[in-house]
């Protein structure tokens, strides 16, 4: 347990705590696994029961289809037939059947829209739904920036009015130089908040603005060099973003935009975007764990923010496949004394190695120089959770550790306000303990199957051992309280500390 003087480090500014739930999973009966569902889905059974035919579902039809012997769900248009797959469903068959009938969108969007149901439930298509035309504004496109209103976005006035208040752009060019200008008007603009991908002259930057994205995406008119530079003006939100010409040939134009180019939309409703990243070394961390180095392209201008997720995609037996991982640190830094500094140019992911996990397995296997596809960062913890706060209680479970690793040390390098900073550690095993070497003297570890020469504490989570390590500093301190691991570990922990007293605004747990 490591208390921290409240004179020990500088303040930054604060902003509204928030909380979020964690993503349940259920025990899969046998043969119900993924590798199981690949398989079904290629072995030319008929999943729809249609016999291939694609056809148009209107509102009453896919009404009809709420049973679990009988469950239709759209997603963004599309309708599925999931019966088949309601055993394989990760989350249970009563999470699916939440949408049974129903659009299911905003729900799947809400609990894992990160996962590819186009590739997953491709043999479960049974057609589009039937939808009553909507009268949109006529397409109007201007490459300078000043306003975009495509009929897929401009159903949503709101969205469009909040674009025209609060983002622009304008490009410049020299001789040698492009420089595009981006006009947030946001007064805390920072480096997290921009992600460029510029590969084989397509240009793609988005401008993140709480929950919602200001995109600008162009296939260039002539050729760029690799390496990109991005300047930003943070008092006023102005987003320079340089590119260097391969010829010195003047520009008429930015280039030539994609679908959603100039456009001021909800990050759901954006879609994850990837990039392929170049595995660059694989450490043992523990006997089942290890540290994962990816080096982004050139190309690309990418910070993941404390407490965000970045997603992994690999193609396993012709099938998508995507899960969520935490970056943490390249190492732990020696007490924790400096602030870490992201070099701008590589990932690392602490990542468990499952003996029969297929997308583990698959990670484990690729070899030095191997590509794996890297989303944009989600999520939605916030740094000023940790600003606003007196006391920070952390709670982690197994590999539930990564989040925990860039939080922890930006409260105690960056933020001044903090009277107390706990850490509690629960493993199986000292075997299990990642980087237990640089945490000895900072934390406490909990075993809940030591060795009879193990001396420190041991249990499982609980409400009487939360209670005795997780308290305020005193009767009204402002708390937050940190918790990440396997699910029932999450959803527990949540339960236990709300049995203590604790409300939900107090309470963040991670996916892990």
Request: contains cysteine; hydrophobic residues 40%.
């Amino acid at each position: 347990v490591l208390n921290v003087p409240p004179s020990a480090f500088p303040a930054p500014g604060s902003q509204q705590r928030a909380a979020a739930g964690a993503r349940s999973k259920v025990p899969l009966k046998p043969g119900r696994s993924l590798m199981d569902w690949i398989r079904l889905t290629k072995s030319g059974k008929d999943l729809t029961g249609l016999k291939g035919r694609l056809i148009e579902v209107t509102e009453d039809e896919l009404a009809k289809h709420n049973r679990k012997e009988d469950c239709w769900i759209c997603i963004r248009g599309y309708v599925y037939n999931v019966t088949p797959y309601m055993e394989y469903h990760p989350g249970g068959e009563d999470e699916l059947m939440k949408a049974a009938g129903t659009d299911g969108t905003d729900l799947f969007d809400q609990v894992h829209r990160w996962v590819n149901y186009e590739s997953m439930l491709k043999e479960c298509l049974v057609g589009r739904m039937a939808v009553k035309p909507i009268a949109a504004p006529k397409d109007k496109k201007q490459l300078n920036g000043k306003f975009s209103l495509g009929a897929k976005w401009g159903n949503n006035i709101y969205v469009s009015i909040l674009y025209f208040l609060f983002c622009s752009y304008d490009w410049f060019q020299t001789d040698s130089l492009i420089t595009l200008v981006i006009y947030t008007k946001q007064k805390d603009m920072n480096a997290e908040l921009v992600i460029v991908d510029c590969q084989d002259k397509r240009l793609r930057g988005e401008i993140i603005v709480d929950d919602h994205s200001y995109l600008v995406a162009v296939d260039l008119d002539h050729a760029v060099s690799e390496d990109v530079a991005v300047n930003i003006a943070e008092k006023v939100g102005k987003v320079e973003i340089i590119f260097n010409k391969k010829d010195n040939i003047h520009w008429k134009m930015l280039g030539q935009p994609w679908e959603g180019h100039n456009t001021f939309i909800k990050r759901t409703d954006r879609g994850l975007f990837y990039r392929k990243c170049k595995l660059i070394s694989k450490t043992e961390v523990t006997h089942d764990t290890k540290l994962f180095c990816l080096m982004l392209p050139k190309g690309t201008h990418l910070h993941v923010p404390i407490g965000q997720h970045v997603y992994l995609k690999q193609i396993i037996a012709g099938t998508e496949v995507v899960k969520p991982y935490t970056p943490v640190l390249p190492f732990l830094p020696l007490n924790f004394q400096e602030p870490s500094h992201h070099d701008g140019v590589h990932i690392y992911l602490m990542i468990k190695i499952y003996s029969h996990g297929l997308f583990t397995q698959a990670l484990d296997h690729l070899q030095i120089g191997d590509y794996i596809s890297v989303s944009n960062p989600e999520g939605n913890f916030k740094k000023s959770q940790v600003q606003t706060s007196e006391d920070l209680l952390l709670l982690a479970g197994g590999t539930g550790f990564t989040p925990m690793v860039k939080l922890l040390n930006f409260a105690l390098t960056e933020v001044s306000c903090l009277r107390t900073v706990k850490m509690i550690f629960f493993n199986k095993t000292e075997n299990d303990i990642l980087w237990r070497n640089q945490l000895e003297q900072l934390i406490q570890f909990i075993l809940s199957q030591p060795t009879k020469d193990w001396v420190g504490k041991q249990g499982k989570i609980s409400s009487s051992l939360l209670s005795e390590f997780v308290k305020r500093s005193r009767s009204d301190s402002k708390v937050l309280i940190c918790i990440c691991g396997p699910a029932p570990f999450t959803e527990q922990g949540v339960q236990y500390l709300k049995d203590l007293g604790y409300s939900q605004e107090e309470i963040h747990a991670f996916t892990a």
